[in-house]
């Protein structure tokens, strides 16, 4: 099982950007799929963004699309989630996850397909 760390989180006001990043503790196998997902306190955990490490397919949220952008570096084995004009509606714990399954990238949206997870990461964007 690979360890995740993220790092990055903050308060940022409306309109600001945030670069969230996710560290891994080993090599990363090329049909590994990341994602981010968010969660605040009473609803459930939220897809953000996925990225799939062979190819470097990558897929949004419709609510995130054309704010957010996700990446990763394979030499760092560090995922990154770029986030501008960041909203209060933003505001979560962010969690970054990781699955080799065929069917992590294929049901990509759904957090029960990833094995991996981060601690998670505060983001607060006051209006």
């Known amino acids: 099982q690979v360890q995740l760390e993220e790092s990055g989180g903050g308060l940022v006001q409306a309109g600001g950007s945030l670069r969230l990043s996710c560290t891994a503790s080993d090599y990363i196998y090329s049909s590994y799929t990341q994602g981010w997902f968010r969660q605040v306190p009473g609803k459930e955990r939220e897809f953000v963004a996925a990225i799939r490490w062979s190819g470097g397919m990558v897929d949004y949220a419709d609510s995130v699309k054309g704010r957010f952008t996700v990446s990763r570096d394979n030499g760092e084995r560090t995922m990154f989630l770029q986030m501008n004009n960041l909203e209060p509606e933003d505001t979560a714990v962010y969690y970054c996850?990781?699955?080799?399954?065929?069917?992590?990238?294929?049901?990509?949206?759904?957090?029960?397909?990833?094995?991996?997870w981060g601690q998670g990461t505060q983001v607060t964007v006051s209006s």
């Open positions: 996850a990781g699955g080799l399954n065929y069917d992590t990238w294929t049901s990509r949206r759904d957090s029960s397909k990833y094995d991996d």
